[in-house]
């Protein structure tokens, strides 16, 4: 394996290399955005390419579509794929029930459409990621362009009445314009430093006009696996109750990190 790779990397991609076996031949696939979705899409690749898997690939963002028709795979919308069997995608944060912020790419929107369009939803990731109480990262919510100040105003008023400790909502930004995200809107960055009820929180941004989605997701996440350095995994599935443990071989057969 390329020792150009930083530990994280290497995390990222035992994770995703555990969590492309769990694919099988004809599945309909989503696939995440970020460095930790592209690792998976490129796993995904190597399988189908040396076990001829056949495979239909919705993906979370304009990113991931294009690295995964470069690398060979058959890409197709939501619209004409229907239902899905799984979605494999990173995260920003997650706590012990699976519950997790997205958004951190700004594709949380198409992320929890797919999501909740499949059977299973299993995330992959590093364990520094793992949390007790999320919102130390900031929570992503995408608004539209349409009065973004006002929907500003009105999220920053209901956070006073949430159980959370900061209220700072900031306009997320792509060098000096406003960040647009692949739907077209706005991200506002929300500064919470701990979300003591998650699940209320989502409901009450949701509620706000202007507001398409936030990155909270609550019951959608079945799986977790947790890579790290030295390529050891951790799946755990909240549905079963399992926790696995086992190593990913790094082997430079392949052309995997050819490009990274
Ligand atoms: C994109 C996301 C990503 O999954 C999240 O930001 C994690 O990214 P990375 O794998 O690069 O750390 O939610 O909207």
Redesign the pocket.
Known sequence: MSLSLTPIDRA?YAAARRAVDLVEDGMKLGL???????WMVRALAERVKSEGLRLTCVP??VRTAELGRELGLKIVALEDAGWLDMTI????EFDANLTLI???????LM?KIVATASDKMVVI?DAS?EVKTLGAFPL?VEVVPFGWQASRMLIEELLGAMDVMGTQASLRMNGARPYITDEGNHILDLSLGRIGNPRQLSLALNQVPGVVEN?LFIDICDIVVIGFADGLVELRDIGEGTIERERIIFEDTNNIFRDV
């Open positions: 990222k995440g955005t970020g460095s930790t979705a592209a979370t963002s995608d990173g995260t920003d997205k958004g951190g790419g700004g594709a949380h992320e990731t990621k992503p990155g």
